[in-house]
T-cell receptor, first 112, second 112 residues
Framework: DTGVSQDPRHKITKRGQNVTFRCDPISEHNRLYWYRQTLGQGPEFLTYFQNEAQLEKSRLLSDRFSAERPKGSFSTLEIQRTEQGDSAMYLC??????????FGPGTRLTVL | EDQVTQSPEALRLQEGESSSLNCSYTVSGLRGLFWYRQDPGKGPEFLFTLYSAGEEKEKERLKATLTKKESFLHITAPKPEDSATYLCAVQAPSSTLGRLYFGRGTQLTVWP
């Protein structure tokens, strides 16, 4: 399967703990996006990478959130000191030369 | 202010009963409008990209159309396997890096 992959698929954590998610984009795609989706809502943009450079961040990305793409391939999204309001589906999408973004299966985060 | 509004929020159809989903947008100078399908607990699956008024795209029982203010996703003779949430997203003129703004989606249920 050459699509976007995300790991883990599900994460349950206690409030105050740190969590890290991983995204592996389609291999030839140099553009990578993170979105967050809560129940009944559409995905909301968090951040964008072109190769290893983080070029855009949403106001939703508070100081507790950090994202990296160290070698321009996979990306990680870390949330420090998780809060119950962080519970959501975290989606990664990659894009090549065309405009279409292809999404991974998502990581479902539950903060207790 | 919402840039993308989808209606209806939910739609129930009997198998074979054709209908349309609506996506209205407020951005001017649209760079692209995208339709996705999302099954429960999964990431969005890309369906169509539309760029200019009058453009149409088709795939199996689905046809997407675009005007200057809205897009329609027409479903002809739907089957139960078409049941999903259909998301519309736009790329605004300010989104030079490809950021997408999503609507809340239309939850479609097709019963036999």
């Amino acid at each position: 399967d050459t699509g976007v992959s995300q790991d883990p698929r599900h994460k349950i954590t206690k409030r105050g703990q740190n969590v890290t998610f991983r995204c592996d984009p389609i291999s030839e795609h140099n553009r990578l996006y993170w979105y967050r989706q809560t129940l009944g809502q559409g995905p909301e943009f968090l951040t964008y990478f072109q190769n290893e450079a983080q070029l855009e961040k949403s106001r939703l990305l508070s100081d507790r959130f950090s994202a990296e793409r160290p070698k321009g391939s996979f990306s990680t999204l870390e949330i420090q000191r998780t809060e119950q309001g962080d519970s959501a589906m975290y989606l990664c999408a990659s894009r090549g030369l065309e405009d279409e973004q292809f999404f991974g299966p998502g990581t479902r985060l539950t903060v207790l | 202010e919402d840039q993308v509004t989808q209606s209806p929020e939910a739609l129930r159809l009997q198998e074979g009963e054709s209908s349309s989903l609506n996506c209205s947008y407020t951005v001017s100078g649209l760079r692209g409008l995208f339709w996705y399908r999302q099954d429960p607990g999964k990431g969005p699956e890309f369906l169509f990209t539309l760029y200019s008024a009058g453009e149409e795209k088709e795939k199996e029982r689905l046809k997407a159309t675009l005007t200057k203010k809205e897009s329609f996703l027409h479903i002809t003779a739907p089957k139960p396997e078409d049941s999903a949430t259909y998301l519309c997203a736009v790329q605004a003129p300010s989104s030079t890096l490809g950021r997408l703004y999503f609507g809340r989606g239309t939850q479609l249920t097709v019963w036999p």
